[in-house]
């Protein structure tokens, strides 16, 4: 028996969306009714456009590409087929990302399931992604700290649980062996599923040891980590780059900045004594870099402006 389909429209999705607002619109005037009216069109375009990107079934095309393996006698349970796009030869995963099209194989041999590959890139496809997740998560931690240093609770108990993470056994209010701006920055990265280092050091990114962690990136981009370096010993400061200000200081989102965990200004040093010169920007090895996360002139929406003159993402 043939399977069909119905795929949810867009004139559904935006006959739903005019529903949930109505009595709302009805109730409501003057500005408030503007803001609703604003508000029901952003919702209405922003689903419409994740729709679209769900159906591209009548789009496939037929093809009889050969595979590397057979999926055999597979049962209920699968969803449309999704490309198996991991058994393409390297010419074919070429043509298929320029034409932007899934292939399906024809035959009725076999039952196909979609690809775990496939299927996390096709949700990207739907959601937009999310640029340096990290971030979210520290801005969030900023914000539990409720401004406290880190000799007082909450921020004394989070601190600690940053450095306990990588295995620092030290107080964060020691000054010598308990700095914790590493152990917060690898503490998000692990939260966001991303590689980290187990280290409480600042220089992690850059030593042999923690190489296939962090990759070094030329220009920086929103949510990288900056290090910084102290000109004779091994020792230095990292946060993550929230922006840059008018005169191209760097912003940085970090822990164990003024004893708690804030947005501070740097330059090419983090002070005037010079003893820490900014050493450069990485990266997790697993993150995709994306347009989106290059830096552009504006602000952000739904953002703390932290700076009058920020310059960061839209």
């Known amino acids: 028996m043939p399977i069909s389909y119905s795929f949810y429209t867009e004139s559904e999705i935006e006959k739903e969306i005019k529903e949930y607002y109505k009595i709302g619109l009805n ?3 003057g500005d408030k009714k503007k803001t609703l009216e604003a508000k029901q069109g952003e ?22 590409q050969e595979t590397k393996s057979t999926f055999s006698n597979l049962t209920a349970g699968a969803f449309l087929a999704i490309i ?18 899934r292939n399906f194989k024809t035959s009725q041999k ?34 539990k700290a409720k401004g406290c240093v880190e000799n007082l609770e ?14 620092n056994k030290f107080e964060p209010t020691d000054g010598t062996y308990g700095p ?14 991303y590689k980290y280092a187990k280290s ?28 910084y370096k102290h000109k004779t010993k091994w020792k230095g400061h990292t946060g993550f780059l929230y922006g840059l200000d008018k005169d191209g200081n760097y912003l940085l989102l970090g822990g164990n900045q003024g004893n708690t965990i804030n947005i501070e200004k740097y330059g090419e040093y983090t002070s005037k004594s010079k003893s820490k010169k900014l050493y450069g920007f990485y990266v997790p090895i697993d993150y ?21 003159n920020l310059l960061t993402l839209n």
Not at 43 to 63: M, P, Q
Not at 154 to 165: C, G, N, V
Not at 206 to 226: L, T
């Open 27 to 29: 109730q409501a005037t």
């Open 43 to 64: 919702n209405i375009a922003l689903l419409k456009k994740r729709i679209k990107n769900t159906c591209f079934w009548d789009k496939v095309e037929k093809g009889e």
């Open 84 to 101: 198996v796009y991991s058994y393409y030869t390297k010419d074919e995963k070429k043509e298929a990302d320029k034409k932007n099209i």
């Open 110 to 143: 076999n039952v196909w399931h979609f690809h775990p590959i496939a299927f996390v890139e096709h949700m990207k496809l739907i959601t937009g992604g999310t640029r340096a997740p990290w971030m979210e998560i520290a801005i969030a931690e900023s914000k």
């Open 154 to 167: 909450p921020m004394y108990s989070m601190a600690k649980s940053y450095l306990r993470f990588v295995g």
């Open 180 to 193: 914790w701006c590493a152990s917060f920055m690898n503490w998000c990265m692990n939260e966001s599923g």
């Open 200 to 227: 409480a050091s600042s220089l992690a990114p850059i030593h042999n040891n923690f190489k296939a962690h962090f990759r070094k990136i030329e220009e920086p981009i929103y949510g990288c980590i900056v290090v």
């Open 288 to 308: 995709k870099i994306s347009e989106a996360d290059y830096l552009t002139v504006g602000f952000p929406k739904n953002r703390t402006v932290y700076n009058s």
